[in-house]
Each structure stands twice: as structure tokens, then as C-alpha cells.
């Protein structure tokens, strides 16, 4: 069955910085990935989707590529800042297609 | 206009007890998932329902989980003789339908269930 690994350890990154954080998934490759965003007490928020046919996505200081040779989705935020501390989950179809599953998280830490 | 609610937003209740949970999605989302959320870990997929099809209980931990769903309107996530493991933060979320950009979820805020 598909996995998603997202690295579990929490990312501590200076304000301005890019803050880059990695998905990866073990099997069939998805049509399409998302990207969503968790403040604690909440839940999850979407922000970006990534098709397999697209190199890369953006949306404001978000940025998303989707490498299928590499198995690896990587999410950029540049000029980060302390109010984008949060958990980041990435989500793929399963392999029916029947229904969506989830990386675990990266916990990110924009300190001032 | 007006997201996944889900009710109620805490429940405390004592091991051995059935909790009920609900979760009303947004108007005109033919797909639901139940989730499960412990502290500080990942979302567990629970169960879910697409329109009139059969239901995909393969998340579910236990025969005393249990779900339905009336039409494509609310939800209902039952926990029979709850067990101080089933506390955790159950999440609901609804999507437009299945496959392609329409599988944006949303998500409800949770019920925090604590288990004494």
C-alpha cells in the first residue's frame, strides 16, 4: 500500500528564511498531491494541489514541485514569517483513487 | 458560506460509555471522511462515504466504531464501550466529490474526546 513520509522531526527556521519541507511516497505514483496546513486545536487547511504533469505550482509565497522520478513532493515558503508556524500534512489518492490519505506532518517554527 | 461543523466540540465521558458524534458538511459535497487525530500525531482515516455508494470502512479500528450518513447531509460517528485508547480528536471533513482538483477536503474544527 502507499506511504507517505514526512520528516516527523519539527523544522526551526529564521524569519526570512525559506523554510523547505519534503514529502515523499513509496509506491504508485498519484495523479495529483496536496499540500495542507494544521494550526493546533484546528483542523487541516488547504493550500496548494499539484498535478503529476506539473513541475511546479505557486501561490503567493508558497511554492510546490512534484518530482514522480524521485517520488518527492517539496513545499517552499520563502520570506517566511512567525505566522507561518504550523504543522504542514501533504495528501495523496490512494491507489483506487477512492479516497485521500496523509503524511503525518512537519511541524515548522518560524522564530523572529 | 458556512463550513463542516461538527458537534460537540469537547466530550468527556467515562470508559464503557457510547459517545456519538456529528458532523454536518457543506451543503453539496457528495464525499465525507471521519478522521482520527491523536495528540500530536498524524490524521487516521477512519471511514468514508461518496454519494449512495457503500461506505469504505476499511480505517476503522474496531467493531465498536461505527458510522453512517443520511444522504449526503450529516454524519454520525458512534463509539460503542469506549476505552481510554479511543481518546483523541475526531475530524470530519466533506469534498465536493471524488477525483481531480474536487478533492479538496474540508475540514471541520473536531470533537476533542477524552475517555476517563
Known amino acids: 500500500s502507499q506511504k507517505i513520509e514526512q520528516n516527523s522531526e519539527a523544522l526551526n527556521i529564521q524569519e ?20 495542507y496546513r494544521q494550526d493546533p486545536g484546528r483542523g487541516p487547511v ?25 517520488k518527492q513532493s517539496l513545499f517552499h515558503i520563502t520570506a517566511s514569517q512567525p505566522a507561518d508556524s504550523a504543522t504542514y500534512l501533504c495528501a495523496l489518492p490512494d491507489s ?17 | 458560506g ?8 469537547n466530550k468527556v465521558t467515562e ?31 477512519l471511514i468514508y462515504f461518496q454519494g449512495n455508494s457503500a461506505p469504505d470502512k476499511s480505517g476503522l479500528p474496531s467493531d465498536r466504531f461505527s458510522a453512517e450518513r443520511t444522504g449526503e447531509s450529516v454524519s454520525t460517528l458512534t463509539i460503542q464501550r469506549t476505552q481510554q485508547e479511543d481518546s483523541a480528536v475526531y475530524l470530519c471533513a466533506s469534498s465536493l466529490t471524488r477525483g481531480g482538483s474536487t478533492d479538496t477536503q474540508y475540514f471541520g474544527p473536531g470533537t476533542r474526546l477524552t475517555v476517563l
Open chain 1, 16 to 35: 526570512g528564511k525559506t523554510a523547505t519541507l519534503t514529502c515523499n511516497y513509496t509506491n504508485y505514483s498519484p495523479a495529483y498531491l496536496q499540500w
Open chain 2, 15 to 45: 470508559k464503557g460509555k457510547d459517545v456519538e458524534l456529528r458532523c454536518d458538511p457543506i451543503s453539496g459535497h457528495t464525499a465525507l471522511y471521519w478522521y482520527r487525530q491523536r495528540l500530536g500525531q498524524g490524521l487516521e482515516f
Open chain 1, 46 to 70: 488547504f493550500l496548494l494541489l499539484i498535478r503529476e504533469n506539473e513541475k511546479e505550482k505557486r501561490k503567493e509565497r508558497l511554492k510546490v514541485t512534484f518530482d514522480t522520478t524521485l
Open chain 2, 2 to 9: 458556512a463550513g463542516v461543523s461538527q458537534s460537540p466540540s
Open chain 1, 96 to 112: 483506487s483513487a477512492s479516497k485521500i490519505i496523509f503524511g503525518s506532518g512537519t511541524r515548522l517554527s518560524i522564530r523572529p
